[in-house]
């Protein structure tokens, strides 16, 4: 079959779109290590995940690109109406110890400069099918909530990695974004 006026279009604009993100800012080669954490960047999928073994304890953190936003008063002129965008990456984060059969998974949020906990619970390998996971981490007493950021903290789980998370992600979204544009582009040219 003769590829179309139309096909050839499109690959025009996908290779000069690839060259462009190439030449602007060409993505850099993904790190594999933060702090005492090995990094696996996944590629072409939509999530990363940290590991590292402290003690007794595996530590396993896997985080989305990012997935939300939210905007916030532009710092300045709070009066002018101009706003920020912060964008959300998800984190989930499990710690098993050794032999014990359980381990806790911390839901958060990372934003630009700031890990914020969401939930928190216990599993086990003997969970029911409908197990109570808790109340929302807000709702805990402050004291309560202070000793859960500490505990985090000790194992490597703090605003350093949200702010590690939003850079890395900002480079594998410009990486995917071109792998996805070169995918599209080898199928178009299939015969």
Known sequence: MRRSAFDGNLLRLLRNE??????RSAPC???TEFSSFTVDDRPGEQWIRLKRKLGHE????EATMFDGAVSTPKSGNPGDGAEDIQQHIT??????KK??????????????????IGKLFVLSKT???????????????????????EFLEVR????????????YMKNKDKTE?????????SFIEKK
């Open 18 to 23: 690839i060259e462009y993100e190439l030449e």
């Open 29 to 31: 080669q993904p790190v």
């Open 58 to 61: 595996d530590i396993k953190i």
């Open 91 to 96: 984190v989930v984060i499990n710690i098993s």
């Open 99 to 116: 032999d014990s059969g359980k381990s806790m998974e911390i839901m958060c949020s990372a934003w630009p400069d700031s890990i914020e």
């Open 127 to 149: 969970m029911p099918a409908q197990p109570y996971a808790g109340p929302e981490f807000k709702e805990l007493d402050d004291e309560l909530q202070e000793s859960l950021y």
């Open 156 to 167: 490597g789980i703090n605003d350093d990695l949200a702010v590690f998370l939003h850079s």
């Open 177 to 185: 974004f071109i792998r996805w544009m070169g995918t599209v582009k």
